[in-house]
């Protein structure tokens, strides 16, 4: 791998290269920006971007002759005839050569652009589920998708598994990845085009450097970590207050209650598409519903649709200069709003222009800000574009279809999502349209697979179909396509205790899923990760995308085939545990798990350190029993433990509550300390417990450091542990 270093290059093409001007601007010790633009013409600032600062190294015409122009600790070397710019880290001072990072050719005629696409290639946004790009072709427009796939959400950002990344912001145009190199083509002649390029030595920097060009991703509210149960046809007040009773009645964690809109059904929460009115024949008294919704501890999310096409303001609070303005659009909003409406599902537009679906971001979230100032804001979204994550939408593939091949698309489609646009992404549980093929098996597995995203979230047409009880009940509820299933699915016994097993191994998880919420505000490390983030001289894994990490130390393995009894797993080098037997498996090589319903394959690397909560039934519920901080041993570990008050604005003024736990796996010593100065005070009773051993051992942390000595539980544990071994034959169920 080479040293991580990132450059920006933003390029504007035109017929002679005499005709250009260069700039060449230092951005940070590992960004550089490169301008070329046509003598006479601006580059137009780009909604994606954020400002940076930068210093220019060189402006000014494309030299005659061959030149190289140092930034920072970059250099960029100029040709001509046809014009190129290759990107490099500079020779040692022994004389030897530096590293190529990325070489860009021009064609002066096409304005096309091409670099080198010599290993996988990942990223391009939510657009297919082909992980490694390579082979394919691909135009950055929105649009909305059904199928298997769902919609596209593009991002014109492409990462190299050899050490490169490019970005390219402007102009519009597609990337053409079918051959030996890559073309970039702009959708017209002449126009600026910037491109963005990372040279890294670890993967994590690649998604550092997207951050300080595109925002740091929003920290969402907890309570939109949990589950989420969207609605469609409603009979009524009743079985709007029934739904929610019946998850409490029922044991099945649940944190928000989302209502579809009327248009897209007979009766949902509104009038009609577009309004922002409560319909009272499902909501007869609006305020009095979210209230007893929110006794319940329910947030409530209302669906809304047809956004102004021409939708700008470059804030909530500058006057408005028309309908169109984000502040006119939001007025519109706010009597929904202090009915008790807590977040927003803002359907469709993939037929806006990318500064507007922006724009319908900025608004969900400035609009709810400027309402309740010190409440974060949430909205769920089908569309947006790269940048979009700095005010807090998480999108969702749109209306797939309820197949398994849409299953088995999910994991590559959700990873290059979560890489390049943002880390918050998910899909409809169960697939939205039904097919034949629509079962409780199917939504099972479906539901296992979006407990391990961050969007946990289920809906669908035959809604009641999307219940965890649903498929028990003896008949679909309201008739919502033409497509049915198979009526003998509807006394399907196993699928609410299977769902509530994955719902309640969400919420135990809350505490590990909540820090990598942070650390995806901070770093803009996604949540759902590909095998290669972690492991990128691991050959195998590298295009791997049937399978993820979930943070850094759960493997993830969803089962996406009917019947199956067994998955096939990769698991990279190291030891891993399964979460299930605590069996210990050697990495690098592939091993059977057998399954049944209930059973997803999880697998835990040597030295993690998994904090687990007893089960809640809202995000926000108090718990006697104190967490439980689990180490799995083997090697060192290290885990820094996030937590704030959950809802508030006030985690941009402070560090929040961090724990660091460290874990010395030849002493079997564990070290609790503070992890930042002048943080929240820390106190805490959390149970320890050396995997697979079942021996805890309770302590009281009070926010100063202290070791803890574990060698009689270590003791304990290894006697239920085996040495890793390399199975070829199924491990045992569950």
Known sequence: MQRSLALLIPLVLATAASAQELTVARISDRTVEIRLVPTGTTIEPSPMLVEFPREEQWRGPVPDAPAS????????????????????????????????????????????????????????????????????????????????????????????????????????????????????????????????????????????????????????????????????????????????????????????????????????????????????RAFDKPEEIIEALHAEHFKVVLHVNRAPGKLHGRSIDEPADGPHHIRTYWERHRAAFAAGADAWWPDDGDELPEAARLARHRCYFEGPLSDRPNERPWSLHRTGAAGMSRYGGWFWSGDVDSSWVALASHPPVGL???????????????????????????????????????????????????????????????????VKPDPAEFHNAAVEPACRAALNLRYQLLPYTYTLAREAHDTGMPLMRPLWLHHPDDEQAVPRSDEFLWGRDLLIAPVVAKAATSRRVYLPSGTWF????????????????????????????????????????????????????????????????????????????????????????????????????????????????????????SIEYRGAKMVVDLLAVCTAAARVQSPPVRPQTPARGR
């Open 416 to 482: 290059a999502a979560s890489l390049t646009v943002s880390p918050f992404w998910g899909s409809d549980i169960g697939g939205f349209h039904p097919t034949k093929e629509y079962s409780g098996e199917l939504f099972v597995r479906w539901f296992q697979f979006a407990a391990f995203t961050p969007s946990f979230r289920s809906h669908g047409r035959m809604w009641h179909l999307h219940l965890p009880w649903g498929w028990n009940l003896g008949k679909m509820g309201p008739d919502e396509w033409r």
């Open 578 to 697: 399964d979460w299930w037997t605590g069996e210990q498996y050697a990495g690098g090589t592939s091993i059977t798990r057998s399954v049944t319903l209930e059973t997803i394959p999880i697998f835990v690397r040597a030295g993690a350190i998994i904090p687990f909560d007893p089960v809640r039934q809202y995000t926000g519920q108090a718990v006697e029993q104190p967490t439980e901080i689990r180490v799995y041993p083997g090697a060192d570990g290290d885990f820094t433990l996030y937590d704030d008050d959950g809802h508030t604005m006030e985690y941009l003024k402070h560090d929040g509550e961090r724990t660091r736990i460290l874990w010395n796996d030849a002493a079997c010593t564990l070290t609790i300390e503070p992890a930042n100065a002048g943080g929240a005070e820390v106190r805490r009773t959390f149970s320890l417990r050396v995997m697979p051993g079942e021996e805890t051992t």
């Open 69 to 280: 122009v140092a930034a920072g600790p970059l250099v960029v070397d100029i040709g001509r005839e046809p014009l190129s710019l290759a990107v490099r880290h500079p020779a040692s001072a022994a004389g030897a050569e530096g590293g190529l990072v990325q070489d860009l050719r021009f064609d002066g005629a096409t304005g096309a652009m091409s670099f080198g696409i010599e290993k996988p290639v990942f990223g391009l946004g939510e657009n297919g589920s082909k992980f490694d790009r390579r082979g394919a072709n691909y135009p950055m427009v929105a649009k909305w998708g059904g199928g298997a796939q769902g919609s596209f959400l593009p991002s014109p950002f492409l990462i190299g598994a050899d050490g490169w990344a490019l970005f390219m912001p402007q102009p519009h145009g597609s990337f053409d990845l079918t051959g030996p190199r890559g073309t970039f083509a702009p959708a017209g002649a002449g126009q600026p085009l910037r491109c963005f390029v990372t040279a890294w030595d670890k993967p994590a920097d690649v998604l550092a450097e997207y951050v300080r060009l595109t925002g740091r991703p929003a920290l969402p509210p907890k309570w939109a970590l949990g589950y989420m149960q969207s609605h469609r046809t409603l009979a009524g007040r009743e079985e709007v207050l029934d739904v929610a009773r019946q998850f409490r009645a029922r044991q099945l964690p649940c944190d928000a209650l989302i209502y579809l809109g009327t248009g897209y059904c007979p009766t949902g929460w509104n009038k009609d598409h577009g309004s922002v009115e409560f319909n009272l």
